[in-house]
């Protein structure tokens, strides 16, 4: 409806936003730590972590865990701990060739997919949670790959890759088994798709365009509209989500009116006269 409305957040640079899989909370990343809102009035933050060195998590289908990546010992690495914050985080996926950069489980939470590399030279991968843990190419190309997002069914994968010079948005069928199929038409970034999985929304500038898309018998968009302008966004890593009912999204840092000062006169005395009514 365009309808913007501010959710209260630490004071702090919020990166990546995701909504539980059932819409009642609301995860981020904040001053490289994790915290959790309650969708309800005045709720009071939860914070998840505090080595100031987690960020990009994301759910579990469940919703009962977070996985995110974590610098705490310099290089990234994947975590995985309870939402509830009732258990410590217990690595998920360390690499001893390759830093993570940021990673997801799969619906079925069996695969682990998760990108690699640096800022010039970053590739997908994809491998199984036990068993065969094989590293598997999703998109290794000398092109820069980012921002993986498994389909709510956990049948494709949508991502961003600028293997043709400039950064768009593809999917492919999971177990990769074809060519990708691009989604975006003028550059876009940051995929995020439905929670019905019909949809598969992404940045094209300042942006945000929705893609229908259809999925059998094979992969195609139906078409595009814009839903969304004025979001900044971010690179490398979606920042916004979608809510699972469709009809609203959470968005790090969306100016609304630019901000303003506020300067207080006499402050001191102002808090002594609250203190002595007993009303700070």
Same mark, same amino acid.
């Given at each position: 409806? &365009?309808?913007?409305?501010?959710?209260?957040?630490?004071?702090?640079?919020?990166?990546?936003? =995701?909504?539980?899989?059932?819409?009642?909370?609301?995860?981020?990343?904040?001053?490289?730590?994790?915290?959790?809102?309650?969708?309800?009035?005045?709720?009071?933050?939860?914070?998840?972590?505090?080595?100031?060195?987690?960020?990009?998590?994301?759910?579990?289908?469940?919703?009962?865990?977070?996985?995110? =990546?974590?610098?705490?010992? &310099?290089?990234?690495?994947?975590?995985?701990?309870?939402?509830?914050?009732?258990?410590?985080?217990?690595?998920?996926?360390?690499?001893?060739?390759?830093?993570?950069?940021?990673?997801?489980?799969?619906?079925?939470?069996?695969?682990?997919?998760?990108?690699?590399?640096?800022?010039?030279?970053?590739?997908?991968?994809?491998? #199984?949670?036990?068993?065969?843990?094989?590293?598997?190419?999703?998109?290794?190309?000398?092109?820069?790959?980012?921002?993986?997002?498994?389909?709510?069914?956990?049948?494709?994968?949508?991502?961003?890759?600028?293997?043709?010079?400039?950064?768009?948005?593809?999917?492919?069928?999971?177990?990769?088994?074809?060519?990708?199929?691009?989604?975006?038409?003028?550059?876009?970034?940051?995929?995020?798709?439905?929670?019905? &999985?019909?949809?598969?929304?992404?940045?094209?500038?300042?942006?945000?365009? =929705?893609?229908?898309?259809?999925?059998?018998?094979?992969?195609?968009?139906?078409?595009?509209?814009?839903?969304?302008?004025?979001?900044?966004?971010?690179?490398?890593?979606?920042?916004?989500?979608?809510?699972?009912?469709?009809?609203?999204?959470?968005?790090?840092?969306?100016?609304?009116?630019?901000?303003?000062?506020?300067?207080?006169?006499?402050?001191? =005395?102002?808090?002594?006269?609250?203190? #002595?009514? &007993?009303?700070?």
């Amino acid at each position: 409806s &365009g309808r913007t409305m501010r959710m209260l957040w630490p004071d702090v640079l919020v990166g990546q936003a =995701r909504f539980s899989p059932d819409g009642a909370r609301v995860l981020v990343s904040g001053g490289r730590n994790l915290w959790i809102l309650e969708r309800t009035p005045n709720a009071v933050p939860q914070r998840l972590t505090s080595d100031n060195a987690s960020d990009r998590p994301e759910w579990t289908a469940d919703g009962k865990r977070i996985v995110f =990546r974590s610098r705490a010992t &310099g290089t990234g690495v994947l975590m995985v701990r309870s939402a509830d914050g009732s258990a410590e985080a217990k690595l998920l996926l360390a690499l001893p060739d390759l830093e993570i950069w940021q990673g997801a489980l799969s619906p079925d939470e069996r695969t682990i997919l998760y990108r690699t590399g640096t800022v010039n030279g970053a590739d997908i991968w994809y491998q #199984s949670v036990s068993g065969d843990t094989t590293r598997r190419s999703v998109a290794s190309t000398p092109a820069v790959e980012n921002s993986p997002r498994f389909s709510p069914d956990g049948r494709w994968i949508a991502y961003v890759s600028n293997e043709s010079g400039v950064s768009e948005v593809f999917v492919r069928a999971f177990p990769i088994s074809s060519s990708p199929t691009r989604v975006s038409l003028d550059g876009a970034k940051e995929p995020a798709w439905s929670r019905d &999985g019909r949809q598969l929304f992404f940045r094209s500038g300042s942006r945000i365009i =929705r893609a229908t898309v259809r999925t059998s018998p094979e992969f195609s968009v139906v078409s595009r509209d814009v839903v969304l302008t004025g979001y900044d966004g971010q690179d490398g890593v979606t920042g916004f989500d979608v809510a699972p009912n469709g009809r609203e999204f959470v968005l790090p840092s969306l100016a609304v009116d630019g901000g303003k000062i506020v300067v207080v006169h006499g402050w001191k =005395r102002e808090l002594r006269e609250r203190f #002595s009514k &007993g009303t700070p």
